[in-house]
């Protein structure tokens, strides 16, 4: 089981960018205020909480481009994404972000040794509960 790990690494360094996001226009950039959240472990936390981190980078990014951004960084170190699942109402959801990335894996597998089938259930979830939402841009 362990010879699987490394060739299941690249699945379980995940960063999504939910429901329709992935291009955001010149038309995004009229927002007053566009809402992104940072969901994941300890590779968010340090992104956050680290000059050099990429939460601080992304949003300095987006910020030189025009962009009005107000992040929510929610990484909590040593966290699974099944903890990840049962924070995410309570740390992401109830900010009704427009964005959502998504970061975690490693420590499921690191930390936790569980399965690649539960890992994917979970992140599943998270997915689902962005897109009932319907998380997306609001012009």
Same mark, same amino acid.
């Given at each position: 089981m362990r010879e699987n790990h490394l060739s299941y690494f690249i699945l379980f360094f995940v960063c999504f960018i939910l429901s329709g996001c992935m291009a955001m226009s010149d038309e995004i950039?009229?927002?007053?205020?566009?809402?992104?959240a940072f969901l994941g472990d300890s590779i968010t936390w340090?992104?956050?909480n680290t000059p050099d981190g990429y939460v601080q980078k992304t949003v300095k990014a987006?910020?030189?481009?025009?962009f009005v951004i107000t992040p929510y960084p929610e990484g909590v170190?040593?966290?699974?994404?099944?903890?990840?699942?049962?924070?995410?109402?309570?740390d992401v959801l109830n900010n009704k972000?427009?964005?959502? %990335? %998504?970061?975690?894996g490693i420590n499921d597998i690191w930390l936790k040794n569980n399965r690649v089938g539960k890992y994917r259930k979970n992140v599943e979830k998270i997915i689902d509960k962005a897109q009932k939402i319907r998380m997306r841009p609001r012009l």
């Open positions: 950039k009229q927002k007053s205020n566009l809402k992104i340090l992104g956050w987006l910020n030189d481009e025009g170190s040593g966290n699974i994404t099944q903890e990840m699942l049962n924070r995410m109402d309570a972000p427009d964005v959502l %990335f %998504f970061m975690g």
